[in-house]
């Protein structure tokens, strides 16, 4: 229990009384230990916050956040630092980006970067956040790319995750990103600087229709990949925060039945790509039975085959194969 001893001893003294006072209680309170400053300590403070405002993902949020302010290789390494003391600026640095967090702004906007396969990307709010299931759609597509030169075109490219990763791991390959958002287009042309490989890829803004840009309508290619905006309009209310504050809209809003984006990207396919080339799709799970069902239907005057579709990690149908009869 703290006593404050008699106050004579302010008079003895021209400055403020109360600023003396509190001076004299701070320094008889007791001064927190330097251990109540360490990696683990700060680690399960915000932890037990994050889970009591019930932010999703608690433990994953901190982790990368010191991992971001303590400048680790990745959020694992924090497990290895727990009795590291963090000093003044990096424990404000960490209450700022928390902060954020409990505001539900998205880890990867907080911390500005992400890691895609074995890609780090610089990300950019409202620019769409690349998902773990669409390493799936790159890991596909690369297991069947050939290993010789091919020209290939992303509708919606976003940061640029999924050009880059091609471009990466098929240096014979040159692309064409096209986005409605000049963010994502500067962002994407950034990106590829960073990582050496802006050389073999041309970055377009263009609104999504069922026509290319003037500069490149009459080019084919030899694949077209997309992850569309497939959410139907009426879910987009009941997304969460981080994705419905954050992100911008035009990148999630598929239409009525999600279709809206998607059936443009088959009239561009049916009209650019050569034969037997293909396109690929990411799609919502209810969505590979209608797709095919428009290709039955409108397939033999565009040109294009619907293949087949796979599942994602959760086990949902996800991703769609066409190709160019």
Request: hydrophobic share 40%; charged share 25%.
């Amino acid at each position: 229990m703290l006593v404050v001893r008699s106050t004579s001893w302010l008079l003895k003294t021209r400055t403020n009384p109360i600023t003396l006072l509190r001076q004299r209680i701070c320094a008889e309170a007791p001064q927190p230990t330097t251990a109540a400053f360490t990696v683990g300590n700060v680690r399960e403070k915000w932890k037990a916050r994050f889970q009591t405002e019930n932010i999703p993902e608690a433990d994953t949020s901190i982790l990368n956040i010191l991992a971001h302010v303590l400048r680790l290789p990745s959020p694992a390494d924090v497990r290895k630092s727990q009795d590291v003391v963090l000093n003044e600026t990096q424990l404000v640095k960490v209450d700022e980006l928390c902060e954020c967090r409990l505001a539900r702004m998205p880890i990867q906007y907080i911390i500005r970067e992400w890691e895609f396969r074995d890609l780090t990307l610089k990300m950019v709010p409202p620019v769409f956040i690349p998902r773990p299931e669409t390493e799936e759609l790159v890991e596909l597509i690369l297991q069947q790319i050939p290993q010789k030169p091919m020209n290939f075109l992303e509708i919606g490219c976003g940061s640029g995750a999924v050009a880059l990763s091609i471009l990466k791991h098929a240096p014979q390959a040159s692309g064409i990103a096209i986005d409605q958002s000049k963010l994502a287009c500067e962002l994407t042309l950034e990106n590829a600087r960073s990582l050496g490989l802006s050389e073999n890829l041309r970055i377009f803004r263009h609104k999504v229709t069922d026509t290319l840009p003037e500069e490149i309508k009459e080019r084919k290619f030899d694949m077209i990949v997309s992850n569309p905006p497939y959410v139907p309009s009426q879910q987009l209310l009941q997304l969460e925060p981080e994705i419905k504050v954050y992100e911008d809209m035009r990148a999630l809003d598929g239409g009525p039945d999600g279709l809206t984006v998607i059936k443009a990207i088959l009239e561009i396919a049916g009209r650019h790509l050569n034969v037997e080339g293909i396109l690929w799709l990411e799609v919502d799970s209810s969505h590979p039975p209608l797709i095919e069902q428009f290709l039955e239907d409108k397939g033999p005057t565009l040109g294009l085959k619907y293949v087949c579709s796979y599942k994602d990690l959760f086990r949902k149908e996800r991703f769609v194969e066409v190709s160019k009869v």
